[in-house]
């Protein structure tokens, strides 16, 4: 028993000896742990230090470099301010002493024009003087001659005036036949030399306007892009702009036909924008071709106000630079409008020179002359006086709007103006090559053809297309449906017929579509 409690205590002993052991082992181990993290800690803010003394001296140096570019740049400011001053003080000091030069030049001719001033009242008051001498002299010679004559002095000066009025009379006659045959003799030989002076003095190329345009293109693998599944890419072309597009067997080109020269460039843009692009399909069509319509009308503003300042016109109303700017979509029997009013214009200015007329204005008539031409659609009013009611309502000089008006011989002519730009007129659409009158016939026709369907109810747009041959009819989905579509087709044929004289035969095709559109927000 006592060796089992010895056993126990001993081994209790040992339990508590072990535990001793091993605490003191865990708190040597943890002496350590923290005398390592101490030495980390402090490791960690020496590191810390360094770094933000060099980060401090850093920024002390870019400041210290701040500074002195802020100090350099303020130098550079105050130089400059300085080196102004100076020139401003040199400037005052120069018109000082040409203001003090002038006060002394005016002195000195304030003192001459005294002397002068008296001077001329000296001699005028001797002049009256004689004067009262010279009367009362010339008043005894008359009493003296009326005495010896027999004569009062009147009967002496009518007597005087009427042998005078006779011999005037005889005078005047033969000089005014002598210069009458004298002018009979250089009239006609002066008027061609100042016409054919002035044609000399312009040259121009011949006008040539034509109905097609040709659109190149990279490969011939575009042209199916361009045409689209069943045709519907070339169908949209061809309705949003009013061009028949042309696809035939011409190696890399394609051809827009169309009698009016504002569509054809609207649809070779669209394509040129829609080639590029890659994306071509109908809904982009539509957007292409709106946005083409607008730069067409910026770029008519652009060429107009180019023109004016081309001609050295100054002060040209804003509607009148965009009328003229439109003159460049337009044709005269062939003969491109614009081409046409900037001869005119030269024409007219050299022929004004050559008579002492005044050249600018002349130049300025010739110009706008033919505006009257510019509206798309028919009007009753002829061209001349339609350009004169213009240019009368965006304030021209009323030389400039009698000869716009008279040019055509609608008015009497009331200044030296107006036959000389319908001279000027005459010579330009007259040249070999100027016009032709075929042409203009044939876009007449097409016009009226367009005209005759815009006069039927729900029609929205109208082309005519082929060369006249085919009228495609465009209609609000709204106002006719499909049998309306049919009966209007029928109608407008028959008043083809009845209003108009062609060759061969006309197609109308009537379009109706119905869309509907909604915007998500």
């Given at each position: ?42 490791k960690i803010l020496r590191d810390a230090k360094s770094e933000g003394e060099s980060i401090k001296k850093d920024k002390i140096l870019q400041a210290k470099e701040k ?455």
């Amino acid at each position: 028993m006592d060796d089992i409690t010895i056993s126990i205590v001993v081994a209790l002993l040992g339990g508590i000896a072990g535990f001793v052991v091993a605490k003191i082992l865990e708190k040597k181990k943890a002496s350590k742990v923290l005398s390592r993290a101490h030495k980390e800690a402090q490791k960690i803010l020496r590191d810390a230090k360094s770094e933000g003394e060099s980060i401090k001296k850093d920024k002390i140096l870019q400041a210290k470099e701040k500074f002195l570019e802020l100090k350099a740049e303020h130098e550079k400011v105050i130089v400059a301010k300085d080196k102004k001053m100076a020139e401003a003080e040199k400037r005052t000091r120069d018109k000082e002493s040409q203001v003090s030069n002038e006060l002394s030049k005016n002195k000195k001719l304030t003192s001459e024009l005294e002397a002068k001033s008296k001077d001329y009242d000296f001699r005028l008051e001797f002049l009256e003087k004689r004067q009262s001498e010279v009367d009362r002299l010339h008043k005894s010679k008359i009493e003296q001659l009326e005495v010896i004559s027999g004569l009062s002095a009147e009967e002496a000066k009518a007597q005087l005036v009427e042998s005078l009025k006779g011999e005037a009379k005889s005078d005047a006659m033969t000089f005014i036949q002598n210069t009458m045959e004298e002018a009979k003799l250089t009239a006609q030989q002066e008027a061609k030399k100042v016409i054919v002076n002035t044609i000399q003095r312009i040259g121009t190329e011949e006008a040539i306007d034509n109905c097609v345009s040709v659109f190149n293109l990279e490969s011939d693998d575009v042209k199916g892009r361009i045409i689209g599944r069943e045709g519907r890419n070339i169908r949209a072309l061809e309705s949003a702009t009013g061009v028949e597009i042309i696809v035939d067997d011409t190696p890399e080109a394609i051809i827009l036909s169309c009698f009016d020269s504002v569509r054809r460039e609207v649809a070779r843009l669209s394509l040129h924008r829609l080639v590029t692009d890659g994306r071509i399909h109908p809904a982009r069509i539509e957007e292409v071709v709106k946005k083409t319509r607008k730069q067409i009308e910026e770029e008519i503003i652009e060429v107009g106000k180019r023109t004016v300042i081309d001609l050295g016109i100054h002060g040209l109303h804003p509607e009148l630079i965009k009328a003229v700017g439109r003159m460049k979509y337009r044709s005269s029997y062939g003969q491109n409008l614009l081409q046409h009013s900037r001869e005119v214009a030269k024409l007219c200015s050299v022929m004004a020179a050559e008579l002492g007329v005044n050249s600018k204005l002349a130049k300025r008539a010739g110009l706008l002359h033919d505006i009257g031409k510019v509206p798309e659609t028919d009007i009753e009013t002829p061209h001349a006086i339609l350009g004169m009611e213009w240019a009368e309502k965006y304030g021209e000089k009323p030389e400039v709007c009698n000869a716009i008006g008279a040019h055509h011989d609608e008015i009497e002519m009331k200044s030296l103006l107006a036959p000389i730009v319908q001279v000027c007129d005459a010579i330009s659409g007259a040249r070999p090559g100027a016009r032709r009158q075929v042409l203009d016939s044939y876009i007449q026709r097409l016009k009226d053809l367009e005209e005759i369907a815009f006069a039927f109810t729900g029609v929205k747009k109208a082309y005519a297309i082929q060369a006249g041959r085919e009228l495609r009819v465009i209609v609000e989905s709204e106002k006719v449906s499909d049998d309306k579509a049919a009966e209007l087709s029928f109608e407008i044929s028959q008043k083809i017929q009845t209003d108009m004289t062609y060759p061969g035969q006309v197609k109308i095709t009537v379009i109706r579509e119905t869309r509907a559109v909604n915007i998500a927000k």
